[in-house]
């Protein structure tokens, strides 16, 4: 198995500028996660989906953040407008079916907003 | 809870010696728990998770204990090796959905 594959895998883009983040996730895991890190506040879960479904997007920052998931295997992060303290890490990380079944995550995405 | 990474604890150890990571969670009610091991410039790694009706799981150089009592998660690495080096995560959870991840320390394990 590929494990979660997200792209880019850095990101570079001034501010103003739209991001788009995107996720594939572990084949068969229906849950996917966004998080994103920073030295300051560490790892935040932003939104999950079940089933494609968005089930909590308490940590989405503000409206300039928005997730989609149109199927199982992709999901898309999107940043819009950008501004230079949205730059972090950003996971994606996937679950299979069931409560305690642990989080794989990806490689992450590197972001820098100048 | 969630707790804010403003200072990251950090671990020194010697080669070979044993490792002792410690891990205090905020919700009594969270019914498994999970360390990672995030090296620099990948995303986190599963290492070993523990549900609450256990209080010891052993995997492969690296024991789990949980102490409900006290709310506290150890993370124990035998016979440290340099890929040891990483930062590493407790988690807690309720069902499940919502990870809860506490600040993470840092191991430095000196050859």
């Known amino acids: 198995d590929a494990g979660v594959i997200q792209s880019p895998r850095h990101e570079v883009t001034e501010m103003g500028q739209e991001v788009t983040l995107r996720c ?27 089933n494609n479904v968005p089930i909590d ?3 989405m920052p503000e ?52 | 809870g969630e707790s804010v990474g403003l200072h990251l604890p950090t671990l020194s150890v010697q080669e070979g010696d044993n490792s002792i990571i410690n ?19 990948k995303g986190p790694q599963f290492i070993i998770d523990i ?5 010891k799981r052993q995997g492969q150089r690296v024991t789990v204990l949980l102490n409900k009592t006290v709310k506290h998660l150890s993370l124990q690495i035998a016979a440290t090796q340099p890929g040891d080096s990483a930062v ?3 988690a807690e959870t309720l069902g499940g959905n ?11 394990v000196i050859p």
């Not at chain 1, 940043?79 to 994606?92: K, M, T």
């Not at chain 2, 905020?26 to 090296?39: G, L, P, V």
């Open chain 1, 24 to 50: 594939k996730p572990i084949s068969g895991h229906n849950s996917l996660f966004w998080y994103r890190q920073t030295m300051m506040r560490g790892l935040e879960l932003l939104i999950y989906f079940n």
């Open chain 1, 57 to 59: 997007d308490s940590g």
């Open chain 1, 63 to 114: 409206d300039r953040f928005s997730a989609k998931m149109p199927n199982a295997s992709f999901s898309t992060l999107k940043i819009q407008p950008s501004e230079p303290r949205d730059s972090a890490v950003y996971f994606c990380a996937s679950r299979a079916t069931g409560p305690q079944e642990t989080q794989y995550f990806g490689p992450g995405t590197r972001l820098l907003v100048l």
């Open chain 2, 23 to 41: 891990c205090a969670y905020s919700n009594s009610a969270s019914d498994y728990f999970i360390w990672y091991k995030q090296e620099s410039g």
């Open chain 2, 51 to 55: 549900r609450s009706n256990m209080d």
């Open chain 2, 88 to 90: 590493y995560f407790c």
């Open chain 2, 98 to 108: 919502q990870f809860y991840f506490g600040t993470g320390t840092s191991l430095t």
